[in-house]
């Protein structure tokens, strides 16, 4: 039983993905609505079932006083025996039925695969940003409104079924019961009704922007957190414990100040509603008294509308607690639209083909790329590298070399000019196929928290294990993985690395790197630094594999140890964003260029960065 509600909904159900998804909140949550709308339907229907039968019930409370009072013991159950024992059977068998389909509706079908439907949409269409769209904020904040918006989403609609239509109806039901009992009992409900109303309307002008602010401050709290976590190294090597607490503490007093506001609004609310309920009592059931005094009600109505006021006292709370907590998680929900329905910007041309690559000539045409600043980055270069080239790269922090690689990749979009790969541009071939097609080992080599073979199986998810292996020889990196040990008792290929690789050294992590791009085995590399974080020993030992790694393939390699790149066919020097020397290592240091100093100056293999051009 609880499995068939459970599969009801398939939240993975394919659906169209939008570049542009709404960026208002009712557009949005209808769009990704679609799947549940049948059951959404179904839902509302025995909410009213439900709140009909509870009205029912009162009602028939009041029947069974009528009852008592205008019978003797000897013939009631001569006279209404069958009735009651019909009402005790719909009481013991029917009316759980009906509760069990409705809470099984809610419970099981909507409410997990509603929030698991907007999880994964939600990661999904983050995951399609571009690369420049995270540089520009907090993983951790990211990472927050993905995680919070889903379960505010599912609480939004457990609300609506659970509490806010099943409490309309009851409204609804209860004034027709007193209607039918005496219409004058429906005046003071009525009138209740339009304050309480009222007092709604407050609540929701009030608490949604409230909600939103709370939001945005928590988000804003586990961003500076997690980037506290993420930079902890940097942290305790300039012992600014205190600073980073001062830090957090700013964003967690705005937290506090923000939700002070909000409990404010319910704290309000709550006093309100105290005195509303308390003149609902004394409206309905006094009079209801004065109505049976004057012989116009029976003691049934009276007892009828105690229990129904009563009941609805009680309920009262609870739907305005359901209210707020409902626009409560649509602001919230509107927090996080702000990251998930952003638009996605880099995208594949309306007709992007696969990249067919024949022989991995890559042309750059007036180049040209500033950040949307009017300096830095690439400015109008043209080059082409023939196909199997291996081209050095380098120049000052700054210069461009990044720039280039990210454009290459396609990272970002170029400002001006374009870039083809066997004569295709590649802002017109699918950005999977373009990376598909080139490998890549950078300076910062950050792995996935995962275990060594998991994260050298990324460069080609199928390999099997001997190829696995292979490649994790080539890059001298066999014998360090199979002694190591992760604090679950996990070894070798299995370790688990940690957050982006932190268990292992710099040197570790690289040679990890390699082996994944060795598995790769892709036509174009790319290696930005690939072996700054190597000891000369280990670099040495792995010159002749990252050679044979380069045969065949058009290669870029970016470096400031120029030994590594002084073997290279060709090395270019960029300097404020252009090619301002491209030659051997043997034509660029007879020329005494920049290159030539670089070369006499450098300490230990290393560019002089700081060195001002001529």
Known sequence: ???????????????????????????????????????????????????????????????????????????????????????????????????????????????????????????????????????????????????????????????????????????????????????????????????YLALVRWTIVNIGPASKASSEARSEVTGRVVDSYTNIHAVKLFAHHDRELDYAKEAIETTRTTFAREMRIFTTMDIVLVILNGLLIVGVVGWAVVLWMQDAASVGVVAA?????????????????????????????????????????????????????????????????????ETGGLDKIDLTLAPGTRVGLIGRSGAGKSTLVKLLLRFYDADAGRVLIDGQDIAKVTQDSLRAE????????????????????????HATEAEVIAAAERAEAHDFILGLTDPQGRTGYDAHVGERGVKLSGGQRQRIALARVILKNAPILVLDEAT?????????????????????KTVIAI????????????????????????????????????????WSRQSGGFIDTTEAAE
């Open 305 to 373: 509308a105690t229990a129904l006021t009563l009941r609805l006292n009680a309920m009262t709370g609870w739907i305005m607690w359901a209210v707020s907590n409902f626009f409560q998680n649509l602001g919230v929900i509107a927090e996080g639209l702000q990251t998930i329905a952003q638009p996605i910007t880099l995208v594949d041309a309306p007709d992007a083909k696969p990249l067919e690559l024949r022989e991995g000539e890559i042309r750059l045409e007036t180049l040209s790329h500033h950040y949307g600043q």
């Open 559 to 598: 470096a400031h140890r120029l030994s590594t790149i002084a073997h290279m066919d060709r090395i270019l020097v960029l300097d404020d964003g252009r090619v301002i020397e491209d030659g051997t290592h043997a034509d660029l240091l007879a020329k005494g260029g920049l290159y030539a100093r670089f």
């Open 532 to 552: 700054s974080a190597l000891d000369s020993e280990v670099e040495a030992a792995i010159q002749d594999t990252l050679y044979g790694v380069m045969e065949g």
């Open 438 to 461: 080139i490998g890549m080992v950078q300076q910062d080599s950050a792995l996935l928290h995962r275990s060594v073979r998991d994260n050298i199986l990324y460069g080609k998810p």
């Open 1 to 195: 039983m609880f499995r068939y509600f459970e599969r009801l909904i398939d939240p993975y159900v394919a659906y169209s993905e939008t570049d542009r998804p709404p960026t208002r909140l009712w557009p949005f949550i209808k769009s990704w609505s679609q799947p549940f709308r049948a059951v959404f339907a179904v839902a509302g229907v025995m909410s009213v079932l439900v709140a009909a039968v509870e009205i029912g019930l009162i009602f028939y409370m009041g029947r069974v006083v009528d009852l008592l009072s205008s019978n003797t013991p000897a013939t009631i159950w001569e006279s209404h025996g069958l009735e009651l024992v019909l009402v005790a059977v719909f009481i013991l068998l029917l009316r759980p039925v009906l509760q069990a389909f409705d809470v099984l509706l809610l419970n099981n079908a909507i409410l997990p695969n509603y929030s698991t439907l907007f999880r994964w949409r939600a990661h999904r269409q983050v995951l399609r940003q571009s690369v420049g769209w995270f540089e520009n904020d907090f993983a951790g904040r990211i990472a927050n409104r993905v995680m919070q918006t889903p379960p505010a989403a599912g609480e939004a609609v457990f609300q609506v079924f659970d509490a806010l239509s099943f409490s309309l109806a009851y409204l609804i039901g209860a004034a027709i019961l007193l209607m039918g009992a005496d219409p004058r009992l429906a005046l003071p409900l009525i009138l209740w009704f339009g304050f």
